[in-house]
């Protein structure tokens, strides 16, 4: 166990279930009450959708999306301890509709373009800054279906991430020092 304890999985086949979360450096777990409200937005995204989780860490987004009935999960993660740690529970739950990457998600992002998503999760440490850069390299590597959703999770005090045009803004919500914003990607440029 570590000091950040555990992860509840709020709703669907795995509801109550609580993972413990190593205790790696900037690691933080989306908390209950964000991933509530995320899910919330989300109520009607999620079923048979195939979602990204760029900056796994705890994977409370990406295990709450694949009980929550979606199609695929792949979570992309570096730190290998925490890879480790992801893939034991993808074992546990059985979850064969979560796929484990160990790589770094700028880097994977910039590689791959074969895979379309409907949905993404970018929540990187908040001290690396890279929110930004994710969803820039998001926006030019193709990998977005039309219409998909794309979650972003910054500090509060930190400048809101640049998109432009090909994204439009669904919804946004300060709530305990971070800010939730949920885009929809609406075209190429």
Known sequence: MSRHGQIRIIAGKWRGRRLPVPNEPGLRPTTDRVRETLFNWLSDDIADRACLDLFAGSGALGFEAASRGAATVTMIERARRVVGHLRKWVDILGADNIRIVHADALQWLAKMSDTNFDLVFIDP?????????????????????????????????AEAPFWDNRFSLVKEKAMGGITARLLRFVAHA
């Open 125 to 157: 440490p908040f001290q690396a800054n890279l929110h930004a850069k994710a969803l820039n390299k998001l926006m030019l590597s193709g990998m977005l279906k039309p219409g998909a959703l794309v979650y972003v999770e910054t500090e509060q005090r």
